[in-house]
């Protein structure tokens, strides 16, 4: 993969953020944190979690912001104060993202897991993984909408966003 790709990952993560927080934000309490049988819960617990795990690897990227201890923390209860920590970590990705070069996806990054196991990977392996897994929590955040409220959140498919569609601006 191209720096123009993770580049392009990383806007569109925020632009799949932005539909997805816009049906969570619209929602009643009792849907937001109904238990779905996600990994983390509900759609509260699956959007904490992405965050976090965001901040553990941007903290391990660049030695700078939040690293929580646990992968299934609560960093904020309410889901606004949630929604602006998301916009703003998106924000740091894609401004983390735009700093490296080509040259810079082969370099071995160090690292310590969270049981504290040092690691070293390449930074194209960690990038790939870290949008990954955005996707894949990003997923089950969307089942969790469409559960507790019976109806289809908007589409997050990448070619919706190749063709332009726009990001909802969140009232928050």
Known sequence: MSMENFRQLADYNHWANCRLYEVAL?????????????????LHGTLNH????????L????????????????????RCELARARMAEDARLKRVIAGYGADDLGKAVSYQTMAGKPQQQPLQDILLHLFNHQTHHRG?????CSIVTGSEP?????ILFHRGVPAPTLAI
Do not use: N
């Open 26 to 42: 619209a929602m009643s309490e009792e849907q937001y944190r109904r238990p779905t049988g996600v990994f983390f819960g509900s």
């Open 50 to 57: 992405l965050l976090l795990t965001d901040r553990v690897w």
């Open 59 to 78: 903290k391990r990227l660049t030695g700078e912001g939040e690293h929580p201890s646990r992968l299934d923390a609560i960093l904020f209860e309410d």
């Open 140 to 144: 089950q955040a969307h089942a969790c």
């Open 154 to 158: 908007p589409s997050l498919d990448l």
